[in-house]
């Protein structure tokens, strides 16, 4: 397994590179966000640790461009801020976590080893041709295709996984801890923040099937069979 280690700081390159290695993964390295596409391009890699602030090419703008490349390719964003619209900004291009500077490279690569297992685990999952018609959407677990009166949906990753789980158990009254469980996995070391801000974006995907998709109150959320 090969990681791409994406920052302009050489120090902090090494020191990721160092508990990679440890960890027993290889791993390449990149400056900035114009090397970190092109090494996506040529080389093979399963999982980008990308930091934000960098030269020549930011790392939303190199998570844009590795996702025109790979779209399954799990992602990490790296941040010297924490502010909440930089955390949906990077979710809404499909990133699938965020660490906030300074960190603990040790949490990090607990967080690589996490995410990975989820990204293999989604893959097994659709191995099968499942799809699912709800009204005028069609949601397509095998193809990760959502339509809309024939219109595709672009999601991010994670906005699939999540409406992908709660579509198989619609109806169902699903706990704020089981969904989280469920799409970020137990080991998850993020906050309920995340899930509401995924449940907002992906609301705002489905437009007029957003209201399929209902809070309840000190519990969870729940897609309902109909509307």
Do not use: C
């Not at 690589?112 to 018609?133: G, I, K, P």
């Amino acid at each position: 397994m090969k990681l791409l280690i994406v920052d302009d700081e050489q120090k902090i390159r090494e020191l990721i590179g160092k508990y990679a290695a440890f960890e027993g993964y290889g791993f390449l390295e990149a400056a900035d966000g114009i090397e970190a596409v092109q090494k996506v391009r040529t080389e093979q890699v399963d999982l980008v640790i990308l930091d934000i602030m960098m030269p020549e090419l930011d790392g939303f703008s190199a998570a844009k461009e590795i996702r025109r490349i790979r779209e399954d390719l799990p992602i990490i964003m790296l941040s010297a801020r924490g502010e909440e619209y930089e955390k949906i900004y990077g979710f809404e291009l499909g990133v699938d976590d965020y660490v906030v500077k300074p960190f603990s490279p040790r949490e990090l690569m607990m967080r690589v080893a996490a995410v990975m297992r989820r990204s293999h685990h989604a893959s097994a999952e659709n191995a099968a041709h499942e799809t699912v018609n709800i009204g005028a959407m069609e949601v397509d677990f095998t193809a990760r295709r959502v339509t809309i009166e024939g219109r595709n949906i672009d999601l991010s990753p994670k906005e699939y996984e999540l409406l992908f789980f709660m579509v198989r158990n619609r109806g169902i009254a699903l706990s704020r801890d089981k969904l989280i469980s469920e799409i970020w996995g137990f080991d998850f070391f993020g906050d309920d923040r995340t899930l509401d801000t995924h449940i907002k974006l992906l609301r705002k995907r489905l437009g007029s099937y957003a209201s399929y998709i209902t809070t309840l109150r000190g519990v969870g959320y729940r897609f309902e069979k109909e509307v």
